[in-house]
């Protein structure tokens, strides 16, 4: 993406293991990686036949609070424009939350390695998976090359109290197992806009200790694989085709300026998984992707074989923020 469209965001660990995660940590990110972050997160299913498009209308929704809400500044820095700011309590807390997925996700991908993150009601409304009543429990979950982690994510359309690191330290692991595995890391992550200096920053925790009651998470991972990729294939069925790139199956959501994408392999095998395939699926997306990301000079090529291709440069270079 061109270096205008990169953002830049200070980062700040605390309690991870040690040498894990640096101390003056920043995180770089770019609208593609937003769009991709907040689809990826959502927490509508992909299945057409009991669901429709209800992934799509979820993803519009959300990637829309981008060009609308969010600029970038001559350094970099993510900033919310001057009608952002005028939002109303509930609607703040709504692009917060947003927020707070995305950045939440790009996290666990550039941090911790997490290529398919994935909300944990997508799951379970997916396959009909009841998990425990609990209003502690962590949004997000998904495979890292160390292990499983699990993620609950939170916005602060301000800045963040001055208690929620220390809230966030005390509180226990929600999710005990994952599919009988303990997870690696179980993080709270914080995007939030100083006061003093209205750009977006993250705080991120681990809580090394389970709660009083932790969710078990009976997962298997073939399931897990076709809940994640359903929504890119409903949202490509639902744009305008694009042949641009032979190795792509992609499309145009037009009024959004988005460009949605997945590599042909993947999209063939999910769809049988989709059609009653499904045993297998997992290792069959694994063993694809082992032969490397395919580059595309138009738009993001994601490790999960996802491709995101967003045109917001004049959206987001506004000067409509300025205090």
């Given at each position: 993406m061109p270096?205008?469209?990169?953002?830049?965001?200070?980062?700040?660990?605390?309690?991870?293991?040690?040498?894990?995660?640096?101390?003056?940590?920043?995180?770089?990110?770019?609208?593609?990686?937003?769009?991709?972050?907040?689809?990826?997160?959502?927490?509508?299913?992909?299945?057409?036949?009991?669901h429709g498009?209800?992934?799509?209308?979820?993803?519009?929704?959300?990637?829309?609070?981008?060009?609308?809400?969010?600029?970038r500044t001559r350094g970099g820095a993510l900033v919310k424009s001057a009608l952002a700011r005028e939002l109303d309590r509930s609607e703040k807390g709504t692009l917060s939350y947003s927020l707070g997925q995305a950045l939440t996700g790009i996290f666990c991908e550039r941090k911790?390695?997490?290529?398919?993150?994935?909300?944990?009601d997508r799951y379970g409304s997916r396959w009909g998976v009841v998990f425990a009543a609990t209003k502690k429990r962590a949004d997000l979950f998904g495979l890292s090359p160390t292990?499983?982690?699990?993620?609950?994510?939170?916005?602060?359309?301000?800045?963040?109290?001055?208690?929620?690191?220390?809230?966030?330290?005390?509180?226990?692991?929600?999710?005990?197992?994952?599919?009988?595995?303990?997870?690696?890391?179980?993080?709270?992550?914080?995007?939030?806009?100083?006061?003093?200096?209205?750009?977006?920053?993250?705080?991120a925790v681990d809580p090394d200790e389970e709660g009083p009651e932790p969710v078990d998470v009976d997962l298997d991972l073939d399931r897990y694989m076709l809940a994640y990729y359903e929504p890119f294939l409903a949202a490509i069925a639902a744009g305008t085709p694009q042949v641009?790139?032979?190795?792509?199956?992609?499309s145009r959501l037009g009024l959004l300026d988005l460009r949605v994408g997945l590599r042909k392999d993947i999209a063939a095998r999910v769809q049988q998984a989709s059609q009653g395939q499904l045993s297998g699926l997992y290792d069959s997306v694994v063993e694809?992707?082992?032969?490397?990301?395919?580059?595309?000079?138009?738009?993001?090529?994601?490790?999960?074989g996802t491709l995101v291709g967003s045109d917001w440069t004049d959206a987001i270079s506004l000067n409509d923020w300025r205090f």
């Open positions: 270096h205008r469209n990169r953002f830049t965001a200070a980062c700040r660990p605390i309690a991870f293991p040690a040498g894990l995660i640096s101390p003056n940590a920043v995180l770089e990110f770019t609208t593609d990686d937003l769009a991709h972050a907040l689809f990826a997160t959502g927490r509508a299913p992909g299945d057409e036949v009991r498009w209800a992934s799509v209308w979820e993803f519009v929704h959300r990637t829309s609070l981008i060009p609308a809400y969010v600029r911790l390695g997490v290529t398919h993150l994935l909300h944990i292990g499983w982690v699990v993620a609950e994510a939170k916005g602060r359309s301000n800045g963040m109290e001055p208690a929620l690191p220390n809230t966030l330290v005390a509180q226990k692991r929600s999710v005990k197992s994952i599919s009988g595995k303990r997870p690696w890391l179980a993080l709270g992550c914080v995007a939030a806009f100083p006061p003093h200096r209205h750009e977006l920053s993250i705080t641009r790139d032979q190795r792509y199956l992609t694809l992707l082992d032969s490397g990301v395919e580059l595309d000079e138009a738009a993001t090529a994601f490790p999960d």
